[in-house]
């Protein structure tokens, strides 16, 4: 099972990473073929899109985009993924910009070539089990799990939700070992038994 780890947070190994890695340990006891490759976004290329030319490209053509960068590298892998783990702190009441702008490219994608009136199952990502990580210092990350979760909707995606608050994925606020709000390493072990239920109905 390949899960792919998409870290949204400028810092490695702080409470982002280590919440989207955990979740894919508590998923390795489940089922020992687990396997996975991280993707930093602090590391990638992304620009933002310039929304003037999509009529020749997304708009036209599924998934492609005239910027020349690593977004569609990303979306390469999303695709050959069994399972996504997706994770992003909240910066400035967002998460960080390079971040938001390899989402904002895939929705971008995904909403031109379906308002030009084309199939949503364009999207090669459709029906994708995902699983969602936000955490925040000083502020809920509840509102980047709304964002995350928005944009695993717009690309057709199936983003795994929780019983227990905060529902649509696992939340992290200060130190994830003493939080006693959202819980965290509680929500990834049940966010990880769910994710591996999900990819083995889609087989």
Known sequence: ??????????????????????????????DSSVTLEVVHSADLECHPCRVICHEANCASHPFCCSIADDVIDVLTRMEKADAIVIGAPQYFRGPPAGFHAMIERLQSMAFFYEAAGHSHEGSPLTGKPCGLVAVAEYSNPHNILEYLHDFCLLLKMRPIELPSFPYLGVGGHGDLERDEIFHPIERARELAADLVAAVRRTR
């Open 1 to 30: 099972m390949k899960v792919l780890g998409v870290v949204g947070s400028m810092r490695k190994n702080r409470n982002t990473e280590t919440l989207v890695r955990r979740v894919v340990s508590e998923m390795t006891p489940l």
